[in-house]
């Protein structure tokens, strides 16, 4: 089993930035590929970005590209989303997943049935 854990949300103005952390625990061992999926009052949660664990590939949904950037810290089973020039937009639950298969593996990644493991979520507050 995999545990993860958010931390780094908060609220900004238009323009700021956050840095939001997931530390995974457990089987870390197994973890092909992890995530950043956001959810907005009354939407369906969406993919933001993902990070292949094993050999570094990203990729990023277009409206975050360019702007926010995921990356593993050095040796740590901790995976950043950098989140610049934030928009009311951005405003969402922010959740990290991982799963066991390899990003390029996971079929239809923007969807969260299709990953296996999910943490509880940490706010992001963007005002105009």
């Known amino acids: 089993q995999v545990q993860l854990v958010e931390s780094g949300g908060g609220s900004v103005q238009a323009g700021g930035s956050l840095r939001l952390s997931c530390t995974a625990s457990?089987?870390?061992?197994?973890?092909?590929?992890m995530a950043w999926f956001r959810q907005a009052p009354g939407k369906e949660r969406e993919g933001v970005a993902r990070?292949?664990?094993?050999?570094?590939?990203?990729h990023y949904a277009d409206s975050v590209k360019g702007r926010f950037t995921i990356s593993r810290e050095n040796d740590k089973n901790t995976v950043d989303l950098q989140m610049n020039s934030l928009q009311p937009e951005d405003a969402a639950v922010y959740y990290c997943?991982?799963?066991?298969?390899?990003?390029?593996?996971?079929?239809?990644?923007?969807?969260?049935?299709?990953?296996?493991?999910w943490g509880r979520g940490t706010q992001v507050t963007v005002s105009s």
């Open positions: 990070l292949s664990i094993r050999g570094g590939g990203t």
């Open positions: 457990g089987d870390t061992n197994d973890i092909g590929c």
């Open positions: 997943a991982a799963d066991r298969r390899l990003c390029a593996l996971v079929t239809n990644a923007g969807r969260p049935s299709s990953w296996g493991y």
